[in-house]
């Protein structure tokens, strides 16, 4: 019999596998102070890009104070238990009632973690005759969902209507065949690694040619599109073809959790039904309170998504002009397309971290082909002028090294922290 210990202990995975020279540096960095454009690494100053600290909430006076104050008063523990059983308050209905005001939706469900409430919605939502059709770039915790899923699902080519349309007619012919279930489509407002914003739209407007219900993970969206910031869907004009609306607070808020809304049968049908929420302890007050003050602000200081895009847009136009390519993004997210190897792509991130004081997240195979590197910024309102001319500077004089060869190495440096 194989000891499982061992087997896995063989391979680490394709990140893990270089832990040992990354670790602490590459992977599990350790950005410390307070949260913002500037903070330390590694005992010096840094620019940082990979916080989706949207709004710059994250250390914004009022919500520090609101954090402070309802942790002196409540703690960690209150309340205990699950919502169902003991662990309900007034103030977190007020929190779902509130965020179902400004999504314009019937109702709404707060949920611990996005990541696992997602999966949690699908789960609730679908049964063994049900037809799941989501986008092939679809976030990991949706792909997780589908895991729980034990009747069929059909992918789409992301952002495919065509594709979309085949998917649909496949499926609409197979529950006919069946004679029973029903179709959900899952995509997200805003692909997060991409930037390119969900066809929300186009998708529901083909609710007119097929039948099925639609689940949006806004969780990019949601805070930084809209007139009001309600998210991609507000943004596109179809918030009402939207059926479930989800977000997390993890990013525009700063916070911890999640909430979906929709109509107030099917919310409810969920807040009776959802595993993990059932099943675990209910979000402490001090996240609650804290959440309430975000949205509260989210929806009251304009000036905050203002200076986001402001921000945002300085800085993809700086990229543009010195001919990087950012690919199609239509959001905040701003990611640069290059060309080159592991080995090549951790030294030109050493290089940016260590002599022009820019942190920002690469992405390398295998998570996505051999011989390409993303970058991926998230540029935020807490980010000024002097940090996207420092950043456009350092990039340029990086990616033209990069393309002289001055980066290609055997192998990944050794810079792990010791353990
Ligand atoms: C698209 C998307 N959905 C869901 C999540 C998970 O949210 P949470 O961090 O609240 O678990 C994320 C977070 O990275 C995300 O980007």
């Not at 402070?68 to 960690?76: C, H, N, Q, T, V």
């Amino acid at each position: 019999m194989a000891d499982i210990f061992e087997r896995l202990i063989k391979n680490y995975g394709p990140i893990g596998q270089h832990r040992e020279r990354a670790h602490g540096y590459f992977a599990f960095p350790k950005l410390e102070g307070e949260i913002g454009s500037r903070m330390n690494f590694r005992g010096k100053e840094v620019i940082v890009w990979s916080l989706n600290n949207y709004l710059g909430l994250a250390n914004h006076p009022e919500v520090r104070k609101m954090d402070a104050d309802a942790s002196k008063e409540f703690g960690l523990a209150s309340p205990m238990g699950a919502r169902m059983m003991s662990g309900n308050t007034n103030h977190h209905e007020q929190l779902e009632k509130e965020l179902a005001e400004f999504e314009q939706k019937e109702d709404a469900i707060l949920l611990n973690f996005g990541y696992q409430g997602i999966m949690s919605t699908i789960d609730a939502l679908c049964g063994r005759h049900d037809i799941i059709v989501y986008d092939a770039e679809s976030h990991a915790c949706i792909i997780d969902g589908l895991r729980l899923h034990p009747g069929h699902r059909y992918v789409f080519k992301h952002n495919d209507l065509e594709d979309f349309e085949k998917q649909m007619e496949r499926s609409t012919a197979l529950i006919k065949k069946q004679k029973a279930g029903g179709i959900l489509v899952i995509t997200e407002g805003v692909f997060g690694m991409a930037g390119d914003q969900g066809k929300l739209k186009e998708i529901v407007a083909l609710k007119s040619k097929y039948d099925f219900r639609l689940l949006v993970d806004d969780a990019h969206g949601f805070g930084t599109l809209g007139k009001t910031g309600a998210g991609a869907g507000e943004e596109q004009g179809c918030q009402d073809g939207i059926d479930l609306y989800f977000s997390t607070f993890a990013k525009s808020m700063a916070s911890i959790g999640a909430f979906l809304a929709g109509p107030r049968t099917i919310i409810d049908y969920i807040r009776y039904n959802i595993r993990s929420q059932i099943f675990a302890k209910s979000l402490p007050m001090p996240i609650v309170f804290g959440n309430l003050k975000r949205l509260d602000m989210l929806r009251t200081m304009p000036e905050l998504k203002e200076k986001l895009w402001s921000n945002a847009m300085k800085l993809q136009k700086g990229l543009k002009e010195r001919g990087f390519d950012i690919g199609n993004t239509d959001s905040v997210v701003t990611p640069i397309y290059m060309k080159g190897g592991v080995e090549e792509a951790t030294l030109m991130v050493m290089d940016l971290r260590e002599n022009y004081g820019i942190f920002c997240s690469i992405v390398v195979y295998p998570v996505i082909p051999k011989g390409h590197i993303i970058y991926r910024l998230i540029p935020t309102a807490a980010h000024n002028d002097e940090d996207i001319e420092r950043t456009l500077k350092a990039f340029s004089e990086t990616k033209a090294k990069l393309d002289e060869g001055a980066y290609k190495a055997e192998v990944i440096p050794d810079m792990a922290d010791a353990r």
